[in-house]
């Protein structure tokens, strides 16, 4: 499949099914692109296709059928959108850091293919609302979804972005924005690999989430 260059053929990849619940249309919105006219559709149709059905199926599609609808806020950008949204400081990382993760069509520095989605879990919001706990969400993603890559929260309705990746050896992270009340600070690193709380359950972290579910 060649880059879009018609409405036609745009329309195409947007009909394309990543997974039972999900489109490439709904992931290739970008306030970025509208804002700054640019034109946010993959060069690589094929393999953005590739790591976005990778995403849906083994990440997205599981924490929907189990926790209900999610909002896509921020997923796809080319590699000109995303270079725009570093340049004027619009919370992108740089071309080369988000290489198979944000820039589902381009390949990492080793060869590996991954996407990357900014979803908001619709279910969550009264608890996160009620108790300013986004630990509880963030602990069973990695205790349910365990195909997921990284996740990185934010403060805002505990929108996370939540990552897949192709090697099998990916240093799996949870890291969040989201401010502690006792410091001001970052809450900076849940879990990653060499903490002691990187493995096991972590039932009771989430366990009042999903009884009031």
């Not at 725009?84 to 198979?100: L, V």
């Not at 897949?164 to 050896?169: A, G, V």
């Not at 060499?194 to 039932?203: R, V």
Request: charged content about 20%.
């Amino acid at each position: 499949m060649k880059t879009p260059q018609t409405v036609k053929a745009l329309e195409e990849l947007g009909r394309v099914q990543l997974s039972k619940s999900f489109f490439m249309r709904e992931f290739l919105y970008s306030e970025i692109a509208q804002i700054e006219n640019l034109s946010n559709i993959p060069e690589n149709p094929e393999l953005a296709i590739a790591s976005g059905k990778n995403l849906c199926q083994k990440v997205l599609e599981p924490i929907q059928q189990q926790l209900g609808r999610i909002t896509i806020r921020s997923a796809y950008r080319s590699p000109e959108v995303n270079a725009k949204g570093a340049e004027k400081n619009y919370n992108c990382a740089a071309n080369e850091s988000n290489y198979a993760k944000h820039i589902w069509d381009v390949r990492d520095a080793n060869g590996y293919m991954g996407a990357t989605a900014c979803i908001i879990v619709t279910s969550f919001i009264p608890y996160y609302e009620r108790t300013g706990d986004w630990t509880a969400l963030a602990w069973w993603i990695c205790d349910r979804i365990p195909d997921y890559a990284e996740l990185t929260f934010f403060p805002k309705y505990a929108a996370f972005n939540i990552s897949w990746h192709e090697n099998p050896n990916y240093p799996k992270f949870i890291y969040s924005y989201v401010k502690d009340p006792h410091t001001n600070k970052n809450s900076g690193y849940l879990t990653k690999e060499g903490m002691s709380n990187f493995t096991g359950s972590h039932t009771e972290f989430y366990q009042e989430f999903v009884q009031g579910l």
